[in-house]
């Protein structure tokens, strides 16, 4: 049984959150009542979350990753399993965010964007502005 892990990501825009996880191709649930995730086994565990993307959405062997929200932060803390973490599902969550939230700021500030470039896990952004 592989343990759950919590990691504070400043993950603070519910909206970027779950386009990021939609833009890795998730489909997440949104629970108004916190749910248990679920184990690899099916096993019902004892952390609960807010946002869930069921185990297989991620793969036959996987846990659930769950997003539990801080009312005290006002941000979203990811619980996800070691297995999963080694399999670098945390950093894919983190880039992708990451991505999304700078893409909304861009837009916010009317900032064009241009080519996306994605080579050995960068990603380049071309913007502009017209002043």
Do not use: W
């Not at 649930?29 to 565990?45: E, F, H, P, T």
């Not at 929200?69 to 803390?77: A, H, M, S």
């Not at 080519?115 to 017209?130: D, M, Q």
Request: net charge positive.
């Amino acid at each position: 049984m592989s343990a759950y892990k919590k990691l504070n990501c400043c993950f603070g825009d519910l909206t970027n959150l779950t386009q990021s996880l939609k833009n890795l191709g998730f489909k997440p649930v949104i629970n108004k009542k916190k749910q248990k995730l679920v184990g690899y086994q099916g096993d019902v565990r004892n952390e609960e979350a807010d946002i869930i993307i069921p185990k297989n959405q991620i793969s036959q062997v996987s846990n659930d990753l769950g997003f539990i929200y801080d009312e005290k932060l006002k941000e979203y803390t990811m619980i996800c399993s070691d297995y999963d973490l080694h399999k670098g599902l945390g950093d894919k969550v983190i880039q992708a965010y990451a991505l999304e939230a700078i893409k909304s700021a861009l837009r916010k500030n009317k900032f064009n964007m241009g080519a996306e470039k994605r080579k050995n896990k960068k990603i380049t952004l071309k913007v502009s502005k017209i002043i």
